[in-house]
């Protein structure tokens, strides 16, 4: 071997220590905890959050608002977006993907909003529509179809 190359295997690491074993070790009698109070005792680090027995910020502030477990959700496009695609194109939700408008579907499907205009005559397909989105695809000579 030469010198200044070293080995996994040649490496010296030095030994974990063995806290707890008798007076000869070193570590014995309080293994290194110190003498008295909470940290000493078995199960003792408490978490950061632990507030020494006073009755915990979450539970001291007060509770707001609720979450409708049966609420809707839609991955929604604006009409403006659909511009990109060419005239008399069918605009199907797997075409909003692949073109990279949506990053994923949500578990309802896919929501077209009114915002912007829209120039060129589309077919749509999505799960909803809005009034105002309604009327801009008809207003373009285009097609609505509610999957």
Known sequence: MKIGIYKLKTLKTKKPK?????????WGTTAGRGM???KSRSGGPKPPWFEGGQMPLARRLPKRGFTNIFAKEYSEVNIN????????????????LESRILRKIEKDGVK???KGELEKALTVRAHRFTKGAQEKIEKASGKIEVI
């Open 36 to 38: 008295d109070g909470q």
């Open 18 to 26: 063995r806290i707890g074993r008798g007076q000869g070790s070193g």
């Open 81 to 96: 977006t659909l511009n990109a695609f060419d005239e008399g194109t069918v605009v199907t939700p797997d075409l909003l």
């Open 112 to 114: 077209i909003l009114g």
